[in-house]
């Protein structure tokens, strides 16, 4: 399964760089036209999103790759340093929430520190690793209930859960999409309309 994981990315890798000249045909962003230029080196490294000259090359939604990357790089870090922790799964437990809290706070910071008040400046400080530490925690979250749920019988209360949370990320959905006044994509945004999407998108995706 690796492997196969390890295959796809790379096929994915490769599409995503090809994307950059024939994206160039019919939009007017400045492309590198050598397959050997730092740019394109950048895509092939999953980094483009962290440089602003290069945050829309090849397919602009491959930045999603940049931050999966960094969460594959970034988990056996997190992993061993819990192994140095004692307190079991509660200790656990507050790791996950302080990334999370981390995970705000820079958001906060980034967003009061660049652009203005009234726009967000969508830019790689808003793509790196710690801007999705939250949706990293509960990510982790959710495996840490699994793994101690282990073969237990599931909770009858989760059971008869499920479908309030099939509703609760359409409520989510509803309220990002038309509830904060948010009519773009990568639109005026101000810091509070972009934290509220970025927490409700988080709620969505749990």
Known sequence: PRTVLAGRLALLLVL???AAPVRAQWEPVPLPASFVSPSQVALFGFAQAYRADTL???LVQGWS??????FYVFLPVWGAGLRRVRGGLGAEWLGLA???AVAIAWKVVVTATTGSPQRVEIGPWLFALPTFLDQFAVGMG????TVHLGNRPTPAW?????GASWLLAGVAFWVA???IGISELFGAW???QYLGRHLLYLVIAA
């Open 16 to 18: 995503l760089t090809l």
């Open 56 to 58: 829309g090359y090849g």
């Open 65 to 70: 790759l940049c931050v999966e990357l960094a």
């Open 98 to 100: 302080l990334l999370a």
């Open 142 to 145: 959710l495996a840490v209930a």
């Open 158 to 162: 989760l059971d008869r859960g499920a």
């Open 177 to 179: 999409s038309t509830q």
């Open 190 to 192: 101000t810091p509070l």
